[in-house]
């Protein structure tokens, strides 16, 4: 089979065809995608209520194998902070978070490409989305997760039959797990392969064809190693050199103030990775100590005439309670990018009278137990 795109190392810029399950460069490397053929609003198949109506933008080579229904979530308007806006229902996806766009094109990739077992490091919700992926194609799955992930995601991970390993100690510890597993099994992982962020693309083209082939000005997006932010990029990209849009959104990556590498460059004015101190918070989702791709982000983030944004702990309790109010029941993690939202329009940053997308990224169902302690009870 013909390979519809290549790898390309950003480090040591070797290219490489995409007919082989591969997670990093031989030199260590992240590795990119070459850039994609995208789509115009014509090429829509919009027979499928998923993000397959996208299927003609994404690098696949054949059909998808194994779907559960994912993307094509609601788009629904309320108003916060005294200003309209508009939620992006991710938690409304099979597994209850965002990931499972991501997930749902790695994995089709991986097969199409012969992959054998597979296995993956997560707080949570990727390694939820990957176990019940993997699940639903027949593949065999392990899923690193630290002991002290939300309950409700690692039950999730053991009810897909994966073979759950719980790790002590720091998130970075989880992750060097799964590293060293890497000889073995194939390290599956929707911070390394690069198919991840062509799958959270989809989440720009269901945006403009939400707004009626339009963008709005501006997206807030929760953001721990930011594959949702360089998808975004990569679809409006996409979009634009097809001719569909002729601006960008400003993104917003939103932190957690207690754990924000993102943050803590962005202060620095730095293009890449600065050392912090990082803390604990209730937004396990985001709390990210060495994010992988940190300068593509912080890039994306700087085209895009956004920013990065720190939520202070104090603000996520509160956000999650008013979502709650508005019959939005989500995770911490997606609760600050609501927090985000109330210290932007405080700050004059964006206006009321802009148009603004504030994505929800996981289900309130994922983390009771810290919801409860958040709401006092
Ligand atoms: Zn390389």
């Given at each position: 089979m013909q390979p519809v795109v290549s790898y390309q190392c950003p480090a040591c810029g070797t290219m490489t065809p995409a007919d082989r399950p591969l997670w990093r460069c031989g030199c260590g490397s992240p590795l990119n995608l070459t850039p994609g053929r995208g789509l115009g609003r014509g090429d829509i198949d919009r027979a499928a209520a998923t993000l397959w109506r996208y299927r003609a933008a994404l690098a696949l080579g054949h059909p998808p194998r194994v779907s559960l229904g994912e993307g094509w979530t609601p788009l629904v308007a309320r108003r916060w902070a005294g200003a309209p806006v508009l939620f992006k229902l991710e938690s409304q996806m099979p597994t209850g978070s965002f990931k499972d766009r991501g997930t749902a094109?790695?994995?089709?990739?991986?097969?199409?490409?012969?992959?054998?077992?597979?296995?993956?490091?997560?707080?949570?919700?990727?390694?939820?989305?990957i176990a019940t992926y993997a699940a639903a194609a027949g593949l065999a799955c392990r899923i690193y997760v630290p002991t002290t992930a939300p309950r409700g995601k690692i039950v999730q991970i053991a009810a897909s039959g994966a073979e759950l390993r719980a790790i002590p100690g720091s998130r970075q510890a989880v992750t060097d797990a799964a590293l060293a597993a890497a000889a073995t099994s194939f390290y599956a992982s929707h911070n390394w392969q690069p198919f991840f962020i062509e799958g959270t693309k989809t989440l720009a083209y269901e945006v403009w064809e939400q707004f009626g082939f339009a963008v709005p000005d501006n997206i807030l997006v929760p953001t721990g190693y930011g594959s949702n932010i360089l998808g975004l990029e990569r679809g409006f990209d996409e979009l634009e050199r097809n001719g569909e849009i002729a601006r960008r959104p400003r993104l917003f990556a939103v932190q957690a103030a207690n754990c924000a590498a993102f943050a803590a460059a962005w202060a620095a004015g730095a293009s890449d990775y600065v050392p912090f101190v990082p803390g604990t918070t209730a937004a396990d989702g985001i709390a990210t100590v060495k994010p992988v791709r940190t300068a593509e982000v912080l890039a994306a983030v700087r085209r895009s005439q956004g920013a990065v944004v720190a939520v202070p702990e104090a603000a996520i309790g509160?956000?999650?309670?008013?979502?709650?109010?508005?019959?939005?029941?989500?995770?911490?993690?997606?609760?600050?990018?609501?927090?985000?939202?109330?210290?932007?329009?405080?700050?004059?940053?964006?206006?009321?009278?802009?148009?603004?997308?504030?994505?929800?990224?996981?289900?309130?169902?994922?983390?009771?137990?810290?919801?409860?302690?958040?709401?006092?009870?």
């Open positions: 094109v790695m994995l089709n990739h991986l097969i199409e490409v012969g992959v054998g077992p597979i296995h993956e490091d997560s707080s949570g919700n990727a390694g939820a989305s509160p956000a999650l309670r008013a979502l709650g109010h508005l019959g939005l029941f989500v995770e911490p993690t997606a609760a600050t990018a609501a927090a985000a939202c109330s210290l932007l329009l405080d700050a004059g940053t964006i206006r009321p009278d802009e148009t603004t997308v504030v994505v929800l990224t996981g289900h309130g169902l994922k983390a009771t137990d810290t919801i409860a302690a958040l709401l006092g009870g």
